[in-house]
C-alpha cells in the first residue's frame, strides 16, 4: 500500500454558504398579567409542555389563567409544539401597544401568532392594530353576540386579526384554534391547511341558533359549532374576510424569499455580479421559494411559478450605480373548496 496521500498534498474542501435564520411560523404568544419572581423578560419560554409551564411557575393554583391557556394549546392532536407566555406589567397601564412593543423589543421574530387574556373591546382593537403592522397574527375571542369587536375589526378591513366567538371567557378557545391552525407546518409537503373545520380538543362548542351563527360570520367572526354530528371551526376569516391560509401564504413567501436571496448576497464569497449570471441567480434563488410553495400547498400545482428576470442591456445605469435589482414573479395560490353548491336531478 502507497504512503497516505496526505503525505504530499493535503486538501480540505470546505463548501461555503451562510443560511438565514428562519421565521418560525408556528409558535403562538399568549400575553398575560401576571407577577414574574424568576425573570424580569418580557418573553417567557418557549415552554414544549405543559409540565415545563407548570414547573417555571404558572401552575393551575398560581396563575390559573395562563395555566388554562397553555392546557388549551397543548391539548390539540394537531397542534403546535411550543409556545411563549409574553407579561403586560404595571406599568404599561393595560395599554396592549405598550405591551406588545416592549415584547417585541425581546425577540420580534420569535412567534407568529398572539392571543390576549383580555376579552374587553378596546384591548382587543389596540392589539389588532399593532399585529396589523406587523408579519403576525392575531386570534382573539369575545363573548359578545352583540359582536361590538367584530364589527369594528370589519370595518377597518383587518386581514391579521381574527375574532371567534365562544360564550365563556374563562374557557381559552382562542388557544386552542390557534394551537391547531399554527400547528400545520408551513415548511412541509403538503403542509398548507385551512383553519376552518378544524376539530379541537379541550374546549366545548358553542350551541348557537342558526340565527346567531349567521349574525357572526355576517362580521366577519368565527365560530366552533357542531353541525351532523360534528363539531368544527367555520370560517377560518380575518376581520376582512380573508382567509388566514392565504394571509399565511402570504407571509411564508415573504419571510422564505428573503431568507433565500439574504443567504445568497451573504453565502457568497466575492459577490454577485451584475451581469446577466449574477441577475439570474437572483432568479434562480426566488424561483426555488416558489417552487417549494407548490410542493408545501400554498401555491396550485396547476400553473407553474414564474420569475421574469430582465436582461442587463434593460436596466438603467441609475440601478446599476445604485446596485438595485428589480424583479418580477407570478404564482397562483392554490385556495381551497370550503362550501359546495349542487342541484340533484331526479327522474322515473
Known sequence: MPAAIIEFVNVDVLLS?????????????????????????????????????????????????IYAWASAVFAQDDGVDSLLIGQQIAGDAGDYTVTMDAIELEGANTWYITNIESRADADIADLAAWTETRTKLAIVQSDDLTLVAAAALQALGYNRTALIYHDDDSEYLDGAWTSSGGGMNLDAPGGVGIWAYRQLEA??????????????????????????????TSKGTAASSRFLDVQTSIDWVKARTEEEILSLFVGTPTKVPYTNAGINLVAAAIQNV???????????????????????????????????LTLQATAVLAGAIQKVNLTINLTF
Not at 366545548?204 to 363539531?231: M, Q
Open 203 to 232: 374546549v366545548p362548542y358553542d350551541d348557537v341558533t342558526g340565527a346567531e351563527a349567521a349574525l357572526i360570520f355576517g362580521e366577519d367572526a368565527n365560530l366552533f359549532g357542531r353541525n351532523k354530528g360534528l363539531s368544527f
Open 17 to 65: 454558504g451562510a443560511a438565514a435564520e428562519k421565521f418560525a411560523f408556528g409558535i403562538p404568544m399568549g400575553v398575560f398579567t401576571f407577577t414574574s419572581t424568576i425573570s424580569p423578560d418580557r418573553q417567557h419560554g418557549p415552554f414544549f409542555s405543559l409540565a415545563e409551564v407548570v414547573a417555571f411557575g404558572f401552575s393551575s393554583g398560581a396563575e390559573p389563567a
Open 290 to 324: 416558489l417552487n417549494r410553495g407548490v410542493g408545501f400547498g400554498h401555491f396550485s400545482t396547476d400553473v407553474a411559478p414564474t420569475v421574469t428576470a430582465p436582461d442587463i442591456s434593460t436596466i438603467s445605469s441609475a440601478d446599476k450605480i445604485n446596485r438595485e
